[in-house]
């Protein structure tokens, strides 16, 4: 049985766009130094179109091709916004934010493939899933990528030994710095869908947060269930609020109706607690200021990505920015990120 972290009451934020607003306001000069905060600007979007990853501006223009090989998935921006990491032919990559210096970090594929991945905050680390071939789950794994090393998170599951943290093979995982109920720095918290103990038993998906007191560490986690359904309803494609974001709440992800092959996108939640927004939206991602949002909707057929504008108000119209999938936005901050 998972453990559940013990929680204040009163964290959960109500999902309306003036709690977004309010959210995106906590932000001030004091922040720059925090370990979670890099404000600075809303960058470029990274996605994917034809096996390849592109970048756009958020104006739609100055639309930039970044891989050729047709085989790319999964681009996610470093906390500073100077490099991606993506995947291709299920192996770990990383490259320069203009395409330039791209170099492979795993090559165990197709034996074992990675799954699309997370920076730490500090931008040190990167986290993905790692699944053997034909499994149905793989486990946490974690890059340095300054030694080079590879370990594996564990968590405190089993009192008597470390048990490698599992999750659904091929999900994605968020990795962000969020404050406790009073604002204060709570602990750096990876998010990602469980799977075997760390989903309860009767419980059909499960979307588990994994903590520790600081990002360098990886043995003996606390894990908490974050969302527990026994019914095909899933919470998937996690991405945290980017500004001090709120433990267990302030966490985007797409809902899914798995009782259909393949599971159907239903919408997204802003938060975890939230009501679904945006019918058949899926892959979400918040911009870096908080501001909008960018997801991917299917139109006739084909998958485009929009933008919406959540705070400071709320548009009604989502906007389109280009054909493609996977979306992430690029952080433009003159703050370098911090060691923590």
């Not at 071939?133 to 470390?162: C, E, N, Q, W």
């Not at 404050?179 to 720095?185: E, H, L, P, R, V």
């Not at 869908?193 to 003996?220: I, M, S, T």
């Amino acid at each position: 049985m998972i453990k559940l972290m013990v929680m204040a009451a009163g964290v959960a934020l109500a999902a309306t766009t003036s709690s977004v607003s309010a959210t995106a306001a906590q932000a001030s000069p004091a922040d720059k130094a925090a370990p979670f905060a890099y404000i600075g600007s809303d960058g470029r979007i990274a996605f994917v179109r034809d096996g390849n990853i592109f970048s756009i501006k958020p104006d739609g223009t100055g639309l930039r091709k970044l891989t050729r090989l047709g085989h790319a998935s999964g681009p996610r921006w470093s906390p500073n916004g100077t490099r991606l990491a993506f995947i291709d032919r299920g192996n770990l990559w990383i490259m320069n934010a203009n395409g330039s210096k791209m170099r492979r970090i795993t090559d165990a594929a197709p034996a074992f493939t990675d799954g699309r991945p997370t920076w730490s905050p500090n931008g040190r680390y990167l986290a993905f899933i790692k699944t053997q071939r034909r499994h149905s789950f793989g486990y946490l794994t974690r890059y340095d990528t300054v030694t080079g090393r590879f370990v594996m998170f564990t968590d405190k599951i089993a009192p008597s030994r470390l048990i490698n943290v599992a999750a659904l093979a091929g999900s994605a995982v968020a990795w962000q710095w969020a404050i406790d109920a009073t604002g204060q720095g709570f602990g750096s918290f990876l998010i990602y869908e469980g799977a075997k103990a760390q989903c309860p038993a009767g419980q059909r998906f499960c979307l588990d947060a994994l903590g520790f007191g600081q990002q360098n560490q990886y043995r003996n986690g606390f894990p908490s269930a974050e969302f527990l359904h026994s019914t095909p309803t899933r919470l998937t494609n996690p991405d945290w609020f980017p500004i001090r974001p709120h433990f267990g709440t302030d966490v985007l992800t797409t809902v899914e109706n798995c009782a259909v092959t393949p599971c159907a996108h239903r919408g997204l939640k802003l938060r975890i607690t939230s009501a679904t927004i945006l019918p058949g939206a899926y892959e979400g991602v918040w911009a870096p200021l908080g501001d909008r949002i960018a997801f991917v909707r299917n139109v006739r057929g084909q998958p485009r990505i929009y933008t919406l504008k959540i705070s400071p108000v709320a548009e009604f119209t989502p906007v389109f920015l280009a054909n493609g999938t996977e979306p992430d936005w690029q952080p433009t901050s003159p703050f370098p990120p911090r060691s923590r």
